[in-house]
Structure formats: structure tokens, C-alpha cells
């Protein structure tokens, strides 16, 4: 890692809260497991956003607080969660019949690649990844947008957005948008468009830890979240 990047990137947290600055009044939202979960803490306030899990709920809201959660309410990646009011249980087949009917507005899942057409690769075959693509593959392709939240760059200082994915595809360009620990990136017509950089950061050296172009289609706002762990 690049002493100097990893000084001034953005934690999870400020990530998740700048990804959860977009979810749109009334909208139904897939948050993947593990990190993309935290997003559920930052929702907007004035805004009402719908989650579910694809093991059978819809409706949840951010985890309870250590000691007060109960257990036969938990999300796909067996955390704990607590309920909103008109939360609905359903059967897990019930809950893909959403998913792959197109009902989710937005799914935000982790990606360790992310190509310039859409690509996303968020698993692995081996090592400690996460070992089989679950139910990722039919998110990707079943909402009508897909997210990613992610750091810019590997431990090892390897770019994460790339021209091309070398590990296994989850989905097949299906991405729409980026939030990393350094930019907020959409996808459009095959490349990255920038749209937000950290403004200690020049364009230039944030190229430089970018795998593919970087376009610039009009101005480049500046990413700057609240202070936060």
C-alpha cells in the first residue's frame, strides 16, 4: 500500500455513509454481505428506504446494539438485525422471486474487481474469498442498478478498477457505480467517468492507482464525508 494513499483514503464507514447519500426515497435496496451492510446506519434522514435479504426480509433496519439483538432475526450474512415498522418475513424462494423479477431498485454488494464495462468479480476459487458466488450472481442481474463499495486498491497497492477482470465474473457488465476509498466512479458506454476524487488527491495520481482511463465528462466534485472511524 502506498504510505500516502493510505493516510488519506476514506474508512468503510465514510465510504458506506457516501454510498447511502444516493438511495432514493421509496426505493427497494439489496445491501450484500459484509461491508456493504453498514450502509443501513448512514440512511438520510427524510428518506425512506426499503432493504431487504434475500433469506427473507424486507423491511430491516441497522443492527441492534451489542447485547440486545435476538437472534431469530438475522440477515443472509447471519448478523443480527432489527425490524421497521411493516417489515415482511417471507420464504427464501419468495424472496429470489423478487430478486430475479426485477423488483429491487438497487443492489450494493463488495467487489474485488470491477471492470470498465460493468464487469464485476467479488468472489474467489480459493484463498480465504468468499467461496461460491451465492446468491450475488442473480442480484447482479436482477436489480435494476448495481453498486459497489470497495477500497480503490488491493492490500498490496494492486488497482481494484480495472480495464478487465481477472478473476471469476459474478456478472457480466452490470455495474453502474463505484464508491471507493478514494472516488466515486460511474460506468458509462464502457469506461469510468469520474465524478467525485478526495481533494487532497491529484487527478494524475489517482490515475495512477486506476487500471483503466479515467473520463472526465464536465466537473469533478470533491468527496469529502464527515469525520467518522
Not at 67 to 87: C, Q, S, V, Y
Not at 132 to 158: F, N, R
Not at 204 to 210: F, G, K, N, P, R
Amino acid at each position: 500500500m502506498n504510505p500516502q494513499i493510505d493516510q488519506i483514503k476514506l474508512s468503510n464507514s465514510q465510504i458506506a455513509w457516501r454510498a447511502a447519500q444516493d438511495l432514493a426515497d421509496g426505493s427497494y435496496v439489496n445491501l450484500g454481505i459484509g461491508f456493504p451492510e453498514m450502509i443501513a446506519q448512514f440512511q438520510p434522514q427524510g428518506r425512506e428506504v426499503i432493504y431487504h435479504t434475500e433469506n427473507g426480509v424486507l423491511g430491516f433496519g441497522e443492527a441492534p446494539p451489542a447485547g440486545e439483538e435476538d437472534w431469530d432475526l438475522i440477515n443472509a450474512g447471519k448478523k443480527a438485525i432489527t425490524l421497521k415498522p411493516g417489515a415482511a418475513f417471507f420464504h427464501h424462494a419468495d424472496s429470489f422471486a423478487m430478486v430475479r423479477g426485477g423488483h429491487l431498485d438497487l443492489a450494493v454488494l463488495g467487489a474485488y474487481q470491477v471492470a470498465e464495462n460493468g464487469d464485476l468479480a467479488n468472489w474467489s476459487t480459493g484463498g480465504k474469498g468468499v467461496p461460491a458466488v451465492g446468491g450475488a450472481m442473480d442480484l447482479v442481474h436482477g436489480a435494476k442498478q448495481v453498486a459497489v463499495v470497495t477500497d480503490h486498491v488491493t492490500k498490496d497497492g494492486k488497482p481494484k478498477l480495472l480495464q478487465k477482470c481477472t478473476m471469476p465474473l459474478t456478472g457480466v457488465g452490470c455495474v453502474t457505480r463505484v464508491y471507493t476509498s478514494l472516488a466515486v466512479v460511474d460506468i458509462r458506454d464502457g469506461h469510468f467517468v469520474l465524478l467525485e476524487k478526495l481533494p487532497q488527491m491529484s487527478l494524475d495520481d489517482l490515475q495512477a492507482v486506476t487500471g483503466a482511463k479515467l473520463h472526465v465528462e464536465g466537473g469533478i466534485g470533491d468527496l469529502t464525508p464527515p469525520l467518522m472511524a
